[in-house]
């Protein structure tokens, strides 16, 4: 009988943690894992490249998986990890922000273009990604790979955002689940919602996600605050409950 395969995923965050890297990277973990595969996750936050020797040593994978080129590949460039743990095969995955933000800064885009270059494989999840991808790594088109987006449901508790925003019968809910930062555009939808209530005051929000850019989620609270007959803020739903919570919302 062979032996499991084992693939180590790198990125920022991991469960408990309720962020959009921590939710995808258990969606392919507990899917590699029904495909056989032995699977460990492993968050780069806090973690030195010592760290990640260590735990390549230990786990021996015979796949690195990178989830996010920036927060967690650049690991793979610093001693110690570059003169003793660099002969696995890698697959990195970009986030949004390594290529909408990281490639455009000049102190991080060599970095960044680093870890593609070790790549075997990058992982675009969708057809605009491949299509920014190819932009920008046209001499490694060969490797980028089209895996789109999927979801996969973390459990079936009930979750009644329709109370929780304080909904009366008729009203129309709003919902915006997306960590708090510049990137997700919570305050511009917020905005855009005021508009909207100015002309109708039937309608609400709820945004919910953690705090991901302190400036920008101390300058969103404020006005969540202020906009209170109509918003509201949830940093946390448990990710058990997020099916319910969609399914209550009228507009998601």
């Known amino acids: 009988m062979n032996p499991k395969k084992r693939i180590l995923i790198l990125t920022p965050t991991t469960l408990p943690s309720v962020t959009g890297n921590a939710i995808t990277v258990e969606r392919w973990k507990q899917s590699l894992n029904k495909k ?6 492993m968050s780069t ?8 020797l260590e735990q390549v040593k230990r786990f021996q994978p015979d796949l690195i998986h990178v989830h996010h ?16 743990g660099n002969g696995t095969p890698l697959v990195v995955s970009p986030s949004g922000t390594d290529i909408n933000l990281d490639l455009k800064d000049p102190e991080r885009k060599e970095s960044v273009l680093r870890v593609f270059r070790m790549a075997h494989v990058i992982v ?16 490694l088109t060969d490797r980028i790979v089209n895996v789109p987006k999927a979801f996969s449901w973390r459990g079936h508790d009930r979750y009644d955002l329709r109370s929780i ?15 708090i930062r510049p990137v997700k555009g919570n305050l511009e939808c917020l905005t855009a919602m005021a508009r909207l209530y100015a002309l109708r005051q039937n309608v609400w929000v709820v945004f919910a996600g953690p705090t991901l850019d302190a400036d920008d989620t101390v300058r969103f609270e404020q006005q969540v605050r202020r906009l209170n007959t109509f918003a509201r803020w949830i940093p946390l739903i448990p ?8 399914e209550t919302a009228d507009v998601v």
């Open 36 to 41: 056989d595969f032995l699977v460990e996750a």
């Open 45 to 52: 936050e806090g973690t030195s490249a010592s760290d990640l």
């Open 69 to 84: 080129a920036f927060r967690a590949g650049t690991l793979l460039l610093h001693s110690p990890f570059t003169s003793e």
């Open 124 to 139: 675009a999840q969708g057809n605009e990604t491949e299509q920014r991808l190819k932009e920008h790594l046209s001499e």
């Open 165 to 179: 925003a304080g909904c009366r019968p008729g009203d129309i809910l709003f919902f915006l689940p997306a960590g």
């Open 239 to 246: 990710p058990e409950a997020i099916r319910s919570a969609l």
